[in-house]
């Protein structure tokens, strides 16, 4: 009997050592650039708009389901505003990059809210700062909606 090569590459088993607690450990993902559920959005929506135009596109499953749950779970869905927020938020560099997309597709109303959300941020913003910042970004939502 003959041995066939295997259909798919061995996979490394996770090192285990990542963890968004109080204290970020991220791995090998700690200086990824990473997106709000917004930037996302508009990010595929435009590779597929342009895709669509050179003709270049297979909609498969897993892209439309992944459309359908950014334009439900997205906040904010105009170009404009999603680039309000993400200034809003690279303007508060004593935050990991992981941070500021979750307060950006998570729209927590209270700093409590956000530091038991995201429990990283307890000893880098105060309480006053983390507030008025979301309450910018709210008035931006209420805007949008």
């Known amino acids: 009997m003959a041995t066939t090569a295997p259909t798919?590459?061995?996979r490394e088993m996770p090192t285990g050592d990542e963890e968004a607690t109080t204290d970020?450990?991220?791995g090998e993902f700690q200086e990824v650039p990473t997106l709000?559920?917004?930037e996302a959005r508009v990010l595929i929506n435009a590779v597929v708009k342009h895709r669509k135009s050179q003709r270049r596109i297979e909609e498969t499953e897993v892209l439309?389901?992944?459309q359908d749950y950014l334009d439900v779970f997205a906040r904010?869905?105009?170009k404009e505003n999603v680039e309000a927020v993400e200034r809003i938020l690279v303007s508060h560099t004593e935050m990991e990059q992981f941070e500021r997309s979750q307060l950006g597709s998570l729209c927590c109303e209270s700093a409590e809210e956000a530091k038991t959300l995201i429990p990283s941020l307890s000893n880098k913003i105060s309480d006053?700062?983390?507030q008025e910042m979301l309450d910018e970004i709210t008035k931006l939502r209420h805007f949008s909606e």
């Open 8 to 10: 798919s590459r061995t």
């Open 24 to 26: 970020l450990k991220l």
């Open 36 to 38: 709000t559920l917004s």
């Open 64 to 66: 439309m389901k992944t």
């Open 76 to 78: 904010f869905k105009g």
């Open 128 to 130: 006053v700062d983390l």
